[in-house]
Each structure stands twice: as structure tokens, then as C-alpha cells.
């Protein structure tokens, strides 16, 4: 039994012949008796009572033609919707935290400017998790700044970014204008969560360098780590577009690099089996009027 033979069963019920229901169905009479015939066969009883080369529908068939209805037309809703959601584009960008918190709002707001008829959804978390979500299809494209292991994984760079050591005003540091790595032995900080791109390079400088440090507060967001810089007295590794706030203010005092150790880009990533959409190109091109920090 399939939504054709309810539909046919329908017309005949509402026509009361079947040549009738063939006409408005435009089909041949003998397929519309064989689809009735087939119904009848399949719920092992009569639906129409024949009398004088007319069908009257029984009590069975009657309590059918309800069911039947609601089935047709809720079939044609779904059919409907997943037609609308077909002419919908879904864009799934996913975004580690220090994307998600300096750069996400705006461009999010300038693709939506560009594209406003596709739907979007975004999601925030470290490289780790995004990675994971590429390679397992829930998400189209993502902005990471950590590095990407996985060989099916497509990683172009597309922003530049660099991490500076940061500290409250009131911090020793504060009257440095440059450091040394031995300088950081010892050292209070607070540090992002594992899996974070941000704390993998930071560790692999203080590992190349044999530097030791008390990782105080551990913070999975910007706000808790600009917190405990300026008011647990801890230091950080933070990318620099996240304190631009700060630095105005004169809240936070930065030291970057002296050698540029901490430089970094944003990277545009997506499965190498996806295709390129214009949603895609456009994020792409969007990209590219954020390729410097402002400080």
C-alpha cells in the first residue's frame, strides 16, 4: 500500500466512478480498478459496495477515506517542507574561542549582509572539537587557529594573529617593554584548556625553551583569563585582538615576542571532499578584510 493508491482511492470515493477518478487523476481506467482491487486485497476486506455500475463507498472503506486524508495531506506537508528546505541553503561555520569571541559577530553579520537568504548556524568551541565536527560532517567549514592533524581536513590561512604576554597594570612586567623566555620560569599563569590551539603553542615554546610554570587558573573563555590577569595577578599567552579593549583602557600591559615566536594565523578549514559553494567563497573572501590586527 502506497500514498498513490490512497490517492486513487480518494478520487474514487469522492467521484464515485472509477472513470471518473481516472479523468481527474489522468490515469487509465484499469489502473485506477487495479490500484482499488490491490487495497481491498491488502486489508482483506470490501471498500465499495458495486450496485447498477456504481460504487457506494461501505463502512470500512468510509472509516479508510478519513485516515486516508489525513495520511495524503500529511504527506504532501512533508513533501512541501522538504521542498522549502531544499530552495534553503543551511551553513554550518564552526569557530574556536578566540575566533568566536574577536572576529564571529562581525563577520557573521557582514555574510548575513551578503547571503541574507542562507540559513546559518554556528558553533564555538577549540580546535580539538571543531576538527572532530568537520571530519564528522556536522559542520561545513571552520575558523581555527590551531593546528589541524587530520590529512582529509583542507587548512588555508587566512588571517594573521599573534599571541602577546599579558599582564595587569600593576604587574612587575608591566614596566618591561621586552623579556626573555627565562624570564617566564616559575611564573603564575592563567592558560586556556586543552585542546585549545592558543595553549598547544604556548606549550610547545615553553617546552623548545625548558620553561617551567604554575598554570594557576585553567579558563576555556577570554573573559575568565582576562580576569585572572587583572585581578588574580596571573600572566597569559593571549592572542592580542582579544585584549584590544584592555590595552585602550590601560587595564592590561602587552609584551609581544621579541622574535615573533608567537605569530600565528586563523585558517579556513573544510573536508577535502566538499564541494565549494558560493556560501563557502563568500565566508572566503569576507576573511580577507580581517587579515590584520588593529593594534
Known amino acids: 500500500m502506497t500514498i498513490r493508491h490512497l490517492k486513487i482511492f ?16 489522468y490515469l487509465a481506467q484499469p489502473t485506477i480498478s ?14 465499495f459496495d458495486r450496485l447498477s455500475k456504481r460504487l457506494y463507498i461501505t463502512e470500512t472503506g468510509q472509516e479508510l ?12 506537508d512533508l513533501e512541501l517542507r522538504m521542498e522549502n528546505c531544499n530552495r534553503t541553503e543551511h551553513f554550518r561555520i564552526g569557530a574556536t ?6 572576529l564571529l559577530p562581525t563577520l557573521l553579520e557582514n555574510f548575513r549582509q551578503g547571503r541574507p537568504l542562507v540559513d546559518t548556524f554556528s558553533f564555538i568551541g577549540n580546535t580539538a572539537v571543531i576538527e572532530d565536527k568537520l ?12 593546528v589541524i592533524k587530520s590529512p582529509d ?27 626573555q623566555p627565562s624570564d617566564l620560569e616559575g611564573l603564575d599563569f592563567v592558560m586556556r584548556e ?32 582576562k580576569h585572572a590577569i587583572v585581578y588574580n595577578h596571573c600572566m597569559a599567552v593571549i592572542s592580542v585582538r582579544l585584549i584590544e579593549e584592555e590595552l585602550q583602557k590601560g587595564t592590561i600591559h602587552m609584551l609581544p615576542h621579541p622574535e615573533h615566536a608567537w605569530n600565528r594565523t586563523f585558517n579556513l578549514v573544510y573536508h577535502k ?23
Request: glycine letters at 4%; hydrophobic letters at 45%; aromatic letters at 6%.
Open 153 to 179: 581536513l583542507i587548512s588555508i590561512p587566512m588571517v594573521e594573529d599573534f599571541l602577546v604576554l599579558a599582564c595587569s597594570k600593576d604587574h612587575p612586567f608591566a614596566a618591561l617593554t621586552s623579556f
Open 135 to 146: 571530519l564528522k560532517s556536522e559542520l561545513d567549514v571552520g575558523i581555527v587557529e590551531g
Open 65 to 76: 477515506l478519513t485516515l486516508a486524508r489525513n495520511a495524503v495531506r500529511a504527506f504532501d
Open 10 to 25: 480518494i478520487a474514487v470515493a469522492e467521484t464515485g466512478k472509477m472513470s471518473l477518478a481516472a479523468k481527474k487523476l
Open 34 to 47: 487495479q490500484a482499488i482491487h490491490e487495497l481491498e486485497e491488502h486489508y482483506h476486506t470490501p471498500l
Open 273 to 295: 571532499d566538499k564541494i565549494l559553494t558560493d556560501s563557502m567563497l563568500h565566508l572566503k573572501n569576507l576573511l580577507l578584510q580581517y587579515r590584520r590586527p588593529e593594534v
Open 97 to 102: 574561542v578566540t575566533v568566536g569571541s574577536c
Open 194 to 225: 586543552k585542546g585549545s590551539g592558543t595553549r598547544a603553542l604556548f606549550e610547545e615554546y615553553l617546552h623548545a625553551n625548558h620553561i617551567h610554570i604554575r598554570c594557576r587558573i585553567e579558563a576555556p573563555f577570554p573573559e575568565a583569563m
